[in-house]
């Protein structure tokens, strides 16, 4: 899952993504509201964890444009205002919820968890394609009823395959939203992962190969290949 952070306080910034990266998020850091409504425009996020009081462009001015323009994404706001008038005008602009600083990182996070878990999402509790089901809150996958044991990396490139099913997704998108944006990844390494995930999610099974490769274009999950 990727999630981007805007947030001015470079030290809260990057303790929130290293916070968030220890709970196998993908986060990409900016520190100022122009930038973060760049970021948001260019690429795709899960979530957007969005300060309110930021330089060049105010944070609530940024969920507009994002929301007038037609972006979805979750928006989870942080301020240090937390008079009533203030969170309802925030969610006015358009935030999906209102984080008020100082807070704990759990409750963060557990909002974080939320927030992927609502319908206009898509995305349920659990992820399920045919007999294959994937908890993103307690990181198990099983297929079958039998539970598979995934390196982070492993199960953060199954849990983004899962959320687009039957979507052929490129070497470079798939980089791009599992990998860390600052991270040195080739191509190859792509292909390296899907092996190591055929081999635990089709392999050892009986039922349909549910990992397929469209060649030239990228990777896909689901019941029946392209």
């Not at 196998?24 to 425009?41: N, P």
């Not at 939320?114 to 394609?129: C, E, F, G, W, Y």
């Not at 944006?181 to 190859?188: F, G, I, T």
């Amino acid at each position: 899952m990727k999630i981007l952070v805007v947030e001015d306080e470079e030290k809260i910034a990057r303790a929130l993504q290293r916070g968030l990266e220890q709970e196998r998020f993908s986060v990409e850091i900016t520190l100022d509201g122009a930038a973060g409504l760049a970021a948001a425009e260019a690429d795709e996020y899960d979530v957007i964890i969005l300060d309110r009081m930021l330089p060049e462009m105010d944070g609530m001015d940024v969920c507009r444009q994002l929301r007038d323009g037609g972006n979805k994404t979750p928006i989870l706001m942080l301020t240090a205002k937390d008079q009533v008038r203030d969170r309802v005008a925030g969610l006015n602009a358009g935030a999906d919820d209102y984080l008020v600083k100082p807070f704990a990182f759990e409750e963060l996070l557990a909002r974080l968890h939320a927030l992927l878990r609502r319908p206009n999402q898509a995305t349920d509790v659990v992820l399920k394609i045919a007999d294959l089901e994937l908890d993103p809150t307690s990181f198990t996958a099983k297929r079958a009823g039998k539970l598979i044991k995934l390196s982070a990396k492993e199960f953060a490139l199954l849990e983004y395959l899962m959320r687009n099913e039957g979507q052929v997704l490129s070497k470079e998108k798939i980089i791009d939203h599992v990998w860390e944006y600052d991270a040195d990844v080739l191509p190859n390494n792509v292909e390296v992962f899907i092996g190591y995930l055929r081999r635990k999610i089709d392999q050892p099974f009986s039922g349909p190969d549910l990992i397929h490769t469209a060649r030239g274009f990228g990777y896909s999950v689901g019941a029946e290949g392209e």
